[in-house]
């Protein structure tokens, strides 16, 4: 199984059409995604100095899109951790499996768009940090 680095994940560009009237950014699946979308969710109405996240996924890769508003994402590879703030809705966080995720400082307004590479399955989750580090310490 591989062993992902908090450094596989990455901010990147989505186009953007810059027009008078506002701007407008599209998702391709297959061109821009680095896998198959099989779900997407949302995260609004989040209450300030709430946090999301605590969790990782076994197998599930996600991008994640500021669709409106900010947030930062800590994630946590179980060496490493790496903070990537999100402010802009054509810069999304690419997030590999196995990466402990918390996110926080939701302004307000903030929405959280999420392209998942798979269906929701709470078998995909690891819920607890200590176990965690254990799956990670074995791979
Ligand atoms: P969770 O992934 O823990 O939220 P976050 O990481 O944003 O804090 O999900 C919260 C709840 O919603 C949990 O009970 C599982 C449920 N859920 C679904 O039923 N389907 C989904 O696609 C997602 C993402 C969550």
Redesign the pocket.
């Given at each position: 199984m591989k062993k992902y680095s908090v450094n596989d994940c990455y901010i990147f560009d989505l186009p953007k059409i810059q027009d008078n009237r506002g701007n407008l950014t599209f998702v391709e699946g297959e061109n821009h995604i680095p896998f198959e979308i099989k779900?997407i969710?949302y995260?609004y109405d989040v209450p300030s100095g709430s946090e999301?996240?605590a969790?990782a996924h076994k197998e599930l890769f996600q991008v994640m899109i500021p669709i409106a508003g900010s947030f930062d994402i800590t994630l946590d590879d179980g060496n490493e951790k790496k903070t990537f703030q999100l402010n802009r809705p054509n810069k999304p966080l690419f997030i590999c499996p196995k990466m402990w995720r918390q996110?926080s400082n939701f302004s307000s307004g903030s929405v959280c768009l999420v392209l998942a590479s798979d269906r929701?399955t709470e078998d995909d989750y690891i819920r607890d940090y200590d176990s965690f580090k254990k799956i990670i310490n074995k791979t």
């Amino acid at each position: 199984m591989k062993k992902y680095s908090v450094n596989d994940c990455y901010i990147f560009d989505l186009p953007k059409i810059q027009d008078n009237r506002g701007n407008l950014t599209f998702v391709e699946g297959e061109n821009h995604i680095p896998f198959e979308i099989k779900r997407i969710y949302y995260l609004y109405d989040v209450p300030s100095g709430s946090e999301r996240g605590a969790h990782a996924h076994k197998e599930l890769f996600q991008v994640m899109i500021p669709i409106a508003g900010s947030f930062d994402i800590t994630l946590d590879d179980g060496n490493e951790k790496k903070t990537f703030q999100l402010n802009r809705p054509n810069k999304p966080l690419f997030i590999c499996p196995k990466m402990w995720r918390q996110l926080s400082n939701f302004s307000s307004g903030s929405v959280c768009l999420v392209l998942a590479s798979d269906r929701y399955t709470e078998d995909d989750y690891i819920r607890d940090y200590d176990s965690f580090k254990k799956i990670i310490n074995k791979t």
